[in-house]
């Protein structure tokens, strides 16, 4: 059973930093991609950072753009993945739920999805 279960959130003022976790277990997520998303009140899901399963092309919002870093380690003894998101220089805007999804690379559809972890950034 795949579980993806998130960490690392918290209240942070404004130009602190946060460094979320996310760890993958259930299947060795060969081919993997990973992304962070997000969700504040009243508005849409959006996507954050996402990241390829080669670790060799990453996307960023322009909201986060020079501010956070998606990364990943592979436990392949273990079949268990730790997705990061690197925060830092917060500011309230960047408040809401934060999400870990993964997907198979050769599908479109993020498949699995953890519970989320709220960030709240006070000015």
């Known amino acids: 059973q795949v579980q993806l279960v998130e960490s690392g959130g918290g209240l942070v003022q404004a130009g602190g930093s946060l460094r979320l976790s996310c760890a993958a277990s259930?299947?060795?997520?060969?081919?993997?991609?990973w992304g962070w998303f997000r969700q504040a009140p009243g508005k849409e899901r959006e996507a954050v950072a996402t990241l390829r399963w080669s670790g060799d092309s990453t996307y960023y919002a322009d909201s986060v753009l020079g501010r956070c870093t998606i990364s990943r380690d592979r436990d392949r003894d273990n079949d268990k993945t730790t997705v990061y998101l690197q925060m830092n220089s917060l500011k309230p805007e960047d408040t809401a739920v934060y999400y870990c999804a993964g997907k198979n690379t050769y599908v479109t559809n993020w498949s699995f999805w953890g519970q989320g972890t709220q960030v709240t950034v006070s000015s």
């Open positions: 259930g299947r060795p997520f060969t081919n993997y991609d």
